[in-house]
């Protein structure tokens, strides 16, 4: 069992910058690969990010390419993603998950393990 805990969403100006932590407790964090999703009112749930559990390896959605970037330290057991340039439509609940795949992949039935979620909200 691996339990997920976000943390550093809130409220921001388009253009202005947040950075969300994802700290892991149970199994063995360092063994998982990560990822980043969000889910906006009325649409599905979206990846945004993945990570390899050797940081060799990372993923990104298209619409964050850029703007976007996932790292982690595995001595903290902790994922992050720092997030610049913020746009209205990046408003969402974003959510951190571990996955079992060892290639980092975009498909949410793939990954095990989900945070609560933390709100991001940008105004315009």
């Known amino acids: 069992q691996v339990q997920l805990v976000e943390s550093g969403g809130g409220l921001v100006q388009a253009g202005g910058s947040l950075r969300l932590s994802c700290a892991a407790s149970g199994r063995t964090f360092n063994r998982h690969t990560m990822g980043w999703f969000r889910q906006a009112p009325g649409k599905e749930r979206e990846f945004v990010a993945g990570?390899?559990?050797?940081?060799?390896?990372?993923y990104y959605a298209d619409s964050v390419k850029g703007r976007f970037t996932i790292s982690r330290d595995n001595a903290k057991n902790t994922v992050y993603l720092q997030m610049n340039s913020l746009k209205p439509e990046d408003t969402a609940v974003y959510y951190c998950?571990?996955?079992?795949?060892?290639?980092?992949?975009?498909?949410?039935?793939?990954?095990?393990?989900w945070g609560q979620g933390t709100q991001v909200t940008v105004s315009s």
């Open positions: 998950a571990t996955s079992h795949v060892v290639v980092v992949t975009n498909t949410p039935e793939l990954y095990d393990y």
């Open positions: 990570i390899s559990w050797s940081s060799t390896s990372t």
